[in-house]
Protein backbone atom coordinates (compact mmCIF):
# COMPACT_ATOMS: atom_id res chain seq x y z
CA UNK A 1 0.00 0.00 0.00
CA UNK A 2 1.49 3.42 -1.04
CA UNK A 3 1.21 5.50 1.89
CA UNK A 4 2.85 9.01 0.60
CA UNK A 5 1.06 12.49 1.74
CA UNK A 6 -1.02 11.86 -1.55
CA UNK A 7 -2.40 8.28 -0.82
CA UNK A 8 -3.27 9.72 2.80
CA UNK A 9 -5.34 12.81 1.21
CA UNK A 10 -7.56 10.74 -1.13
CA UNK A 11 -8.29 8.22 1.29
CA UNK A 12 -9.27 11.19 3.62
CA UNK A 13 -10.99 12.71 1.09
CA UNK A 14 -12.62 9.50 0.14
CA UNK A 15 -13.72 9.08 3.72
CA UNK A 16 -15.11 12.46 3.67
CA UNK A 17 -17.38 12.03 1.05
CA UNK A 18 -18.56 8.87 2.46
CA UNK A 19 -19.50 10.15 5.57
CA UNK A 20 -21.55 12.78 3.90
CA UNK A 21 -23.10 10.34 1.26
CA UNK A 22 -21.46 11.72 -1.15
CA UNK A 23 -19.32 11.18 -4.17
CA UNK A 24 -15.83 11.81 -3.61
CA UNK A 25 -14.83 14.96 -4.86
CA UNK A 26 -12.11 15.89 -7.73
CA UNK A 27 -8.43 16.79 -6.38
CA UNK A 28 -6.62 20.03 -8.08
CA UNK A 29 -3.18 19.90 -6.32
CA UNK A 30 -1.65 23.48 -6.44
CA UNK A 31 1.50 23.60 -7.39
CA UNK A 32 2.52 27.37 -6.29
CA UNK A 33 6.24 28.18 -6.11
CA UNK A 34 6.88 24.52 -6.25
CA UNK A 35 9.19 23.60 -9.05
CA UNK A 36 8.90 21.08 -11.94
CA UNK A 37 10.15 18.22 -10.25
CA UNK A 38 7.96 18.06 -7.73
CA UNK A 39 5.13 18.35 -9.83
CA UNK A 40 6.80 15.33 -11.92
CA UNK A 41 7.22 13.45 -8.85
CA UNK A 42 3.76 14.47 -7.78
CA UNK A 43 2.32 13.12 -11.39
CA UNK A 44 3.86 9.95 -11.37
CA UNK A 45 2.46 8.95 -7.92
CA UNK A 46 -0.95 10.18 -9.35
CA UNK A 47 -0.16 7.71 -11.82
CA UNK A 48 -0.04 4.95 -9.44
CA UNK A 49 -2.65 5.49 -7.64
CA UNK A 50 -4.87 6.68 -10.16
CA UNK A 51 -4.18 5.10 -13.31
CA UNK A 52 -5.54 6.41 -16.34
CA UNK A 53 -7.13 9.30 -14.56
CA UNK A 54 -6.13 12.74 -15.17
CA UNK A 55 -4.38 15.11 -12.87
CA UNK A 56 -5.90 18.38 -12.16
CA UNK A 57 -2.93 20.62 -11.43
CA UNK A 58 -3.82 24.64 -10.03
CA UNK A 59 -1.31 27.21 -10.49
CA UNK A 60 -1.78 31.11 -9.12
CA UNK A 61 0.39 32.94 -11.62
CA UNK A 62 -0.18 32.82 -15.25
CA UNK A 63 3.53 33.58 -15.79
CA UNK A 64 5.05 30.79 -13.67
CA UNK A 65 2.13 28.58 -14.90
CA UNK A 66 3.31 29.37 -18.59
CA UNK A 67 7.42 28.17 -17.86
CA UNK A 68 5.51 24.85 -16.09
CA UNK A 69 2.95 23.56 -18.76
CA UNK A 70 6.08 24.31 -21.30
CA UNK A 71 8.56 22.27 -19.50
CA UNK A 72 5.82 19.43 -18.60
CA UNK A 73 4.24 19.60 -22.33
CA UNK A 74 2.52 16.11 -22.81
CA UNK A 75 2.11 14.94 -19.18
CA UNK A 76 -1.18 14.96 -19.37
CA UNK A 77 -1.71 17.28 -16.52
CA UNK A 78 -5.08 19.59 -16.40
CA UNK A 79 -4.26 22.76 -15.66
CA UNK A 80 -6.13 24.91 -13.90
CA UNK A 81 -5.63 28.72 -13.17
CA UNK A 82 -6.40 29.21 -9.74
CA UNK A 83 -5.56 32.56 -8.72
CA UNK A 84 -6.95 36.42 -9.43
CA UNK A 85 -6.52 36.80 -12.64
CA UNK A 86 -5.56 40.12 -14.51
CA UNK A 87 -7.49 41.27 -17.53
CA UNK A 88 -4.29 42.16 -19.48
CA UNK A 89 -3.48 38.48 -18.95
CA UNK A 90 -6.73 36.92 -19.82
CA UNK A 91 -5.67 36.33 -23.53
CA UNK A 92 -2.44 34.42 -22.42
CA UNK A 93 -4.15 32.28 -20.14
CA UNK A 94 -7.20 31.23 -22.05
CA UNK A 95 -4.54 29.67 -24.24
CA UNK A 96 -2.34 27.95 -21.67
CA UNK A 97 -5.26 26.80 -18.98
CA UNK A 98 -7.82 23.94 -18.77
CA UNK A 99 -9.95 25.94 -16.80
CA UNK A 100 -9.95 29.07 -15.23
CA UNK A 101 -11.45 29.20 -11.76
CA UNK A 102 -10.91 32.85 -10.38
CA UNK A 103 -13.60 34.68 -13.25
CA UNK A 104 -15.06 37.37 -11.14
CA UNK A 105 -16.25 40.02 -13.47
CA UNK A 106 -17.58 40.89 -17.27
CA UNK A 107 -14.62 42.17 -18.55
CA UNK A 108 -13.02 38.50 -17.95
CA UNK A 109 -15.26 37.18 -19.89
CA UNK A 110 -15.49 38.57 -23.03
CA UNK A 111 -11.71 38.32 -22.99
CA UNK A 112 -11.24 34.89 -22.08
CA UNK A 113 -13.78 34.04 -24.96
CA UNK A 114 -12.26 36.28 -27.63
CA UNK A 115 -9.04 34.74 -26.89
CA UNK A 116 -9.85 30.96 -26.10
CA UNK A 117 -7.86 29.15 -29.27
CA UNK A 118 -10.58 27.58 -32.00
CA UNK A 119 -8.13 24.37 -31.87
CA UNK A 120 -9.04 23.74 -28.33
CA UNK A 121 -12.03 22.65 -26.36
CA UNK A 122 -14.37 25.39 -24.58
CA UNK A 123 -12.33 26.61 -21.56
CA UNK A 124 -13.79 25.33 -18.26
CA UNK A 125 -14.73 28.46 -16.35
CA UNK A 126 -15.51 28.85 -12.30
CA UNK A 127 -17.03 31.99 -11.53
CA UNK A 128 -15.38 32.99 -8.10
CA UNK A 129 -18.02 34.25 -5.32
CA UNK A 130 -16.67 36.27 -2.16
CA UNK A 131 -19.04 34.56 -0.06
CA UNK A 132 -18.17 36.10 2.91
CA UNK A 133 -18.21 39.56 1.69
CA UNK A 134 -14.65 40.87 3.36
CA UNK A 135 -13.57 43.93 1.91
CA UNK A 136 -10.71 43.96 -0.71
CA UNK A 137 -10.94 40.55 -1.45
CA UNK A 138 -11.60 39.03 -4.93
CA UNK A 139 -14.38 37.36 -6.41
CA UNK A 140 -18.14 38.26 -7.27
CA UNK A 141 -20.80 39.05 -4.50
CA UNK A 142 -23.14 36.16 -4.32
CA UNK A 143 -25.84 39.02 -6.23
CA UNK A 144 -23.80 38.77 -9.18
CA UNK A 145 -23.53 35.31 -9.94
CA UNK A 146 -26.71 34.59 -11.92
CA UNK A 147 -25.61 37.98 -14.44
CA UNK A 148 -22.39 36.65 -14.42
CA UNK A 149 -23.33 32.91 -15.00
CA UNK A 150 -25.48 34.25 -18.25
CA UNK A 151 -22.93 36.22 -19.16
CA UNK A 152 -20.12 32.71 -19.42
CA UNK A 153 -23.41 30.70 -20.58
CA UNK A 154 -23.71 32.92 -23.76
CA UNK A 155 -20.49 32.26 -24.72
CA UNK A 156 -20.24 29.46 -26.86
CA UNK A 157 -15.66 29.36 -26.41
CA UNK A 158 -16.51 29.26 -22.82
CA UNK A 159 -18.21 26.04 -20.68
CA UNK A 160 -19.87 27.80 -17.27
CA UNK A 161 -18.79 24.78 -15.14
CA UNK A 162 -19.88 25.94 -11.50
CA UNK A 163 -18.85 27.96 -8.73
CA UNK A 164 -15.09 28.16 -6.67
CA UNK A 165 -14.69 30.33 -3.33
CA UNK A 166 -11.63 30.59 -0.72
CA UNK A 167 -13.80 31.40 2.17
CA UNK A 168 -12.00 33.58 4.90
CA UNK A 169 -9.92 30.95 7.27
CA UNK A 170 -12.11 31.42 10.18
CA UNK A 171 -10.63 30.04 13.58
CA UNK A 172 -13.96 28.90 14.66
CA UNK A 173 -14.77 25.50 11.85
CA UNK A 174 -18.54 26.06 12.45
CA UNK A 175 -18.01 29.81 10.89
CA UNK A 176 -16.44 28.14 7.97
CA UNK A 177 -18.77 25.23 7.52
CA UNK A 178 -21.62 28.05 7.17
CA UNK A 179 -19.43 29.95 4.51
CA UNK A 180 -19.58 26.52 2.37
CA UNK A 181 -22.72 26.08 3.27
CA UNK A 182 -23.87 29.12 2.15
CA UNK A 183 -21.47 27.91 -0.99
CA UNK A 184 -23.83 24.89 -1.49
CA UNK A 185 -27.55 26.88 -2.01
CA UNK A 186 -25.51 28.91 -4.57
CA UNK A 187 -24.50 26.18 -6.20
CA UNK A 188 -27.35 24.39 -6.25
CA UNK A 189 -29.33 27.58 -7.31
CA UNK A 190 -27.28 28.21 -9.64
CA UNK A 191 -28.10 24.50 -11.20
CA UNK A 192 -31.01 24.95 -11.50
CA UNK A 193 -30.58 27.36 -14.29
CA UNK A 194 -27.37 25.92 -16.00
CA UNK A 195 -26.79 21.66 -15.28
CA UNK A 196 -23.99 21.62 -16.82
CA UNK A 197 -22.48 23.63 -13.89
CA UNK A 198 -21.35 20.72 -11.85
CA UNK A 199 -18.72 21.76 -9.49
CA UNK A 200 -18.51 23.33 -6.66
CA UNK A 201 -14.59 23.99 -6.04
CA UNK A 202 -13.80 25.11 -2.20
CA UNK A 203 -11.68 23.40 0.48
CA UNK A 204 -7.65 23.75 1.03
CA UNK A 205 -5.71 21.67 3.31
CA UNK A 206 -6.68 23.17 6.73
CA UNK A 207 -10.54 22.59 5.70
CA UNK A 208 -11.35 20.23 3.03
CA UNK A 209 -13.24 17.68 4.74
CA UNK A 210 -15.40 20.44 6.03
CA UNK A 211 -16.20 21.55 2.55
CA UNK A 212 -16.47 18.52 1.59
CA UNK A 213 -19.41 17.38 4.22
CA UNK A 214 -21.15 20.77 2.90
CA UNK A 215 -20.97 19.54 -0.73
CA UNK A 216 -17.77 20.11 -2.42
CA UNK A 217 -16.77 18.47 -5.77
CA UNK A 218 -13.59 20.05 -5.92
CA UNK A 219 -10.90 20.50 -3.56
CA UNK A 220 -7.61 22.73 -4.03
CA UNK A 221 -4.51 21.15 -1.78
CA UNK A 222 -1.02 22.59 -1.90
CA UNK A 223 0.37 22.21 1.95
CA UNK A 224 -1.23 18.91 2.66
CA UNK A 225 0.34 17.45 -0.14
CA UNK A 226 4.04 19.32 -0.70
CA UNK A 227 4.77 20.66 2.69
CA UNK A 228 4.72 24.25 4.58
CA UNK A 229 5.68 26.14 1.23
CA UNK A 230 9.06 28.37 1.44
CA UNK A 231 8.98 31.56 2.36
CA UNK A 232 9.44 34.24 -0.76
C1 LIG B 1 -2.67 28.32 -2.23
C2 LIG B 1 -4.08 28.08 -2.62
C3 LIG B 1 -4.73 26.86 -2.29
C4 LIG B 1 -4.07 25.76 -1.49
O1 LIG B 1 -3.81 26.16 -0.20
P1 LIG B 1 -3.14 25.16 0.87
O2 LIG B 1 -3.53 25.72 2.17
O3 LIG B 1 -1.68 25.20 0.60
O4 LIG B 1 -3.71 23.82 0.62
C5 LIG B 1 -6.03 26.68 -2.73
N1 LIG B 1 -6.68 27.64 -3.44
C6 LIG B 1 -6.09 28.79 -3.76
C7 LIG B 1 -6.86 29.80 -4.55
C8 LIG B 1 -4.79 29.06 -3.36
O5 LIG B 1 -4.23 30.23 -3.68
Redesign the pocket.
Known amino acids: MPTGPLARILDSMENAAADAARPAPRLVA?G?TRGVDEIAALAADWARLRPGATLAF?E?YVQEAAAKVAALDGSGIEWHL??HLQSNKAAQAAALFDWVQSVDRPKLVTALAAARPESRPPLNVLVQVNVDGEAGKHGCAPGDVPALAAAIAAQPRLALRGLMA?PEPHPDLSRRREAFAAMRALHEALRADHPGADTLSMG???DYAEAIAEGATMV?????LFGP?PKA
Open positions: VKGNIGIMSGRIGTAR
